[in-house]
């Protein structure tokens, strides 16, 4: 079992401060996801009892939202962070392809974080780019018609060997 740090602390109160700003919302549920993954970058654990508390849902229909939106993450990300579309059009147009790329150049797998905490690797379905796939976002900065030799020297810039 883990002490609880003043970080685990000053989270709670920050969870806490977004409940009560959205809980008498209508639909409130989605609002809040994203307040709180924009707030930490991530939904802790802790955090769904408390959610679904305040807005009288069950814990299981509050972690169904958030393991059905690929948007949504339950551990923080790392200090960069690649997605590669995997929706239809950018699929047409090679993204199978980049995100194997991308595996091999930055050493992690897709979903998953390095072991240095350098990069997390996301599979994203559709970043609105479609007309221009395939597309990719390295730290919220999208790209579109990427290119296998584009991807490298983006991975290259993060600074991380495989
Ligand atoms: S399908 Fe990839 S950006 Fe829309």
Known sequence: ????????SADRSRIDALINHHR???GALLPLLHAVQDALGFIPQEAVPRIA?????SRAEVHGVITYYHHFRSK????HVVQICRAEACQACGADALLAQAEQLLGCKAHETRADGAV????VYCLGLCA???AMQLNE????????QQLQRLAQSLGVSA
């Open 1 to 8: 079992m883990t002490t609880p740090t003043s970080q685990d």
């Open 120 to 123: 997390t690797l996301e599979p």
């Open 132 to 134: 221009s796939s395939p």
């Open 76 to 79: 923080p990300a790392g200090r």
């Open 53 to 57: 508390a305040a807005l009288n849902l």
């Open 141 to 148: 900065r999208p790209y579109a018609r990427v290119t296998p």
């Open 24 to 26: 008498q919302q209508p």
